[in-house]
């Protein structure tokens, strides 16, 4: 360990006047003894997954997953390197359970256009099984705006409506840091980043809590690590190359 005292801070503190403790650092500027951070391969193009990430999604099979309805099996589509939405089967959600986070997800909202607002391509992305990142098909398509894609549902619109055309592959790249509990009240609320085609749409906002639907969203106490989830909303949603980091507090 290198504890050092920064002057500046030390003579700032005596200048006014205050006794306070002094500022100690860890490392030296340029410490050459500070432990390098691991090495990780990315993929091989940026979408694709690092060595160290958790496919959760590689076109191939839904053993990833299980149905939120029954428990049983996924019991979604694959067709083509995607899994699609099977309506009125439910929910489904990871096997594994998992808290704060870098989620890569892709997904295509129905090329044939039916419906309008949220009746159009719509599907979600709730982390932790609970706070919706919302899915629509929001090109050219009016709604409430915290309800639009990748508004965190009910609670903050995207900065910007990033969407594609239905049919087109979108990305969402999502770095979400999950909510502490403490005494069954919420001690530090979540905070959620997402990226949508590329586009910053969501900057680090502070979830107000488990997404409802109609109502104020408010935080439910609830375990360090939960299934990641996606909706079945009744549309046929396309979803591929899913993989997820999970990232140690
Ligand atoms: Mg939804």
Same mark, same amino acid.
């Given at each position: 360990?290198?504890?050092?005292?920064?002057?500046?801070?030390?003579?700032?503190?005596?200048?006014?006047?205050?006794?306070?403790?002094?500022?100690?650092?860890?490392?030296?500027?340029?410490?050459?003894?500070?432990?390098?951070?691991?090495?990780?391969?990315?993929?091989?193009?940026?979408?694709?997954?690092?060595?160290?990430?958790?496919?959760?999604?590689?076109?191939?099979?839904?053993?990833?997953?299980?149905?939120?309805?029954?428990?049983?099996?996924?019991?979604?589509?694959?067709?083509?390197?995607?899994?699609?939405?099977?309506?009125?089967?439910?929910?489904?959600?990871?096997?594994? =359970?998992?808290?704060?986070?870098?989620?890569? !997800? /892709?997904?295509? *909202?129905?090329?044939? $256009?039916?419906?309008? &607002?949220?009746?159009?391509?719509?599907?979600?992305?709730?982390?932790?099984?609970?706070?919706?990142?919302?899915?629509?098909?929001?090109?050219?398509?009016?709604?409430?705006?915290?309800?639009?894609?990748?508004?965190?549902?009910?609670?903050?619109?995207?900065?910007?409506?990033?969407?594609?055309?239905?049919?087109?592959?979108?990305?969402?790249?999502?770095?979400?840091? =999950?909510?502490?509990?403490?005494?069954?009240? !919420? /001690?530090?609320? *979540?905070?959620?980043? $997402?990226?949508?085609? &590329?586009?910053?749409?969501?900057?680090?906002?502070?979830?107000?809590?488990?997404?409802?639907?109609?109502?104020?969203?408010?935080?439910?106490?609830?375990?360090?690590?939960?299934?990641?989830?996606?909706?079945?909303?009744?549309?046929?949603?396309?979803?591929?190359?899913?993989?997820?980091?999970?990232?140690?507090?």
């Amino acid at each position: 360990m290198h504890l050092i005292v920064r002057a500046g801070v030390l003579v700032a503190t005596m200048a006014l006047g205050v006794f306070a403790a002094q500022q100690v650092f860890e490392w030296e500027v340029h410490d050459m003894n500070r432990p390098r951070p691991p090495v990780v391969a990315p993929g091989a193009e940026n979408h694709l997954p690092p060595a160290d990430a958790i496919v959760l999604f590689d076109g191939t099979d839904l053993s990833a997953w299980r149905s939120s309805k029954d428990g049983g099996n996924a019991k979604w589509k694959i067709q083509d390197g995607y899994m699609e939405v099977v309506r009125d089967t439910g929910d489904i959600q990871t096997r594994q =359970a998992f808290g704060s986070c870098q989620l890569h !997800i /892709e997904w295509a *909202a129905p090329e044939v $256009v039916k419906g309008s &607002g949220q009746g159009r391509g719509n599907s979600g992305v709730f982390l932790m099984g609970h706070y919706e990142v919302q899915v629509l098909d929001s090109y050219e398509n009016d709604t409430y705006p915290d309800g639009q894609a990748a508004a965190i549902y009910g609670q903050k619109p995207p900065l910007v409506n990033a969407s594609r055309k239905p049919g087109q592959w979108q990305t969402y790249d999502i770095i979400f840091h =999950a909510p502490v509990f403490r005494d069954g009240a !919420i /001690e530090k609320p *979540a905070t959620v980043t $997402v990226l949508h085609n &590329g586009i910053l749409v969501q900057d680090h906002w502070e979830i107000q809590g488990t997404t409802f639907h109609k109502q104020r969203a408010a935080y439910q106490p609830h375990p360090d690590k939960l299934p990641l989830r996606l909706q079945d909303h009744g549309d046929l949603v396309r979803f591929r190359n899913i993989w997820i980091r999970p990232l140690d507090e």
